[in-house]
């Protein structure tokens, strides 16, 4: 990959950089890292104002403790580590409010949709915000980590600081819950227009399987 002309880094790369608190490596690690953490902090909160907060604390922690990074570090493993403990310390703190969550999917909706395709792109969306905000904290970031953010099972493992069978396991029955919320959800809201050919469960689990490995 070239960015400006010249090779991109690679992690490994850019870790070393960091121990060596080079300034631009830090610029490097913000720029390919910040809109996933951010997104993470905002889905795993439910609360944009909350996230902004928690990713300050976040990065102010990555400049504090790159030196001391081990050669063999997964930046990402170890990126979402710092931001979950954030998000875990905040928690202990204060009674978080769970009214609203950002979307599960990062797809664009499709452009210009008829008016019963818009009002059911809107349920869905909606039914997908209320299922994850009634996941337990553990099925939820674990969603978010491995069905979402992509992380393998090893990274998802690292971060929650698990074993890798144990993550797969709570990944595997994070989506059979939150399969089996949306379907109650979808059974119960009345439907704007025709039935669409996969229920919302089905849609979920293809975007899990899909941002998994």
């Known amino acids: 990959m070239e960015r400006g002309g010249a090779a991109a880094l690679s992690d ?12 631009r490596a830090f610029d490097e690690l913000y720029a390919r890292y910040h809109p996933r953490i951010f997104s993470f902090l905002v889905r795993l909160s439910g609360r944009r104002d909350v996230a902004e907060d928690l990713f300050q604390d976040t990065w102010l922690a990555v400049a504090r403790h790159a030196d ?17 403990n954030r998000y875990r310390s905040h928690r202990r703190s204060a009674v978080l409010d769970l009214a609203r969550a950002a979307l ?18 809107r349920a869905e969306v909606a039914a997908l915000e209320g299922a994850l905000r009634s996941l337990a904290a553990g099925h939820r ?3 978010l ?44 809201r009345p439907r704007t227009g025709s039935t669409p050919s996969i229920s919302a469960a089905d849609a979920a689990d293809r975007r899990a399987r899909g941002g998994s490995r």
């Open 12 to 23: 490994a790369e850019l870790a070393a950089r960091l121990r060596r608190r080079d300034a």
């Open 68 to 84: 001391r990074l081990a050669e063999d570090t997964d930046l990402a493993a170890w990126l979402f580590t710092i931001a979950r």
């Open 104 to 121: 599960f999917s990062r797809e664009p909706a499709p452009a210009a949709p008829g008016p019963e395709a818009a009002a059911d792109a």
């Open 141 to 143: 970031e674990v969603l």
């Open 145 to 188: 980590l491995g069905a979402v953010e992509g992380l393998e099972a090893a990274q998802v493992a690292m971060v929650l600081g698990i074993r890798e069978d144990a993550a797969r396991k709570r990944l595997s029955r994070a989506r059979a819950e939150l399969a089996a919320c949306l379907e109650k959800r979808n059974a119960e």
